[in-house]
């Protein structure tokens, strides 16, 4: 039996999983997960799927920054804090013998969530 791959999913978390709100104000402010993230999040995770959660949040908040996706109910395999805040590109192979893109991006309109978009063409 042929296992089928799973997906790798790079995924911001300011104004993508949570509301946006600026560094200085998280300790001070409730998190709001944005709709239809914790659904998708759950799925991901049943269907076998590697999160990785990346954030420009310094690591001075990674404690504070656990804690909110734990109370949020997110599941995720790692966390990779202090990226820049610039744009951000994804860089892969692509197999000669296996036809599709290896490489995608979407790009969400900030504090929107998950609810407009169709995953269809991703997964």
Do not use: Q
Not at 18 to 47: A, C, G, H, Q
Not at 67 to 92: Q, T, V
Not at 114 to 120: A, G, I, L, P, T
Request: proline share 4%.
């Amino acid at each position: 039996m042929i296992e089928e791959k799973k997906l790798t999913i790079f995924c911001d978390i300011d104004g993508t999983i949570f509301e946006y709100r600026k560094f200085e104000t998280y300790e001070t402010s409730i998190v709001k997960v944005l709709p239809e993230v914790k659904k998708k999040f759950d799925s991901w995770r049943n269907d076998g799927h590697m999160v990785i959660l990346t954030t420009a949040r310094p690591e001075y908040l990674h404690d504070h920054t656990v804690k909110e996706l734990n109370d949020g109910g997110i599941l995720y395999d790692r966390l990779i804090m202090g990226i820049e805040r610039g744009p951000r590109l994804l860089i892969n192979d692509m197999d000669p013998n296996k036809p599709g893109l290896r490489a995608l991006s979407i790009n969400l309109t900030r504090n929107e969530g998950f609810e407009f978009v169709d995953w269809s063409e991703y997964e």
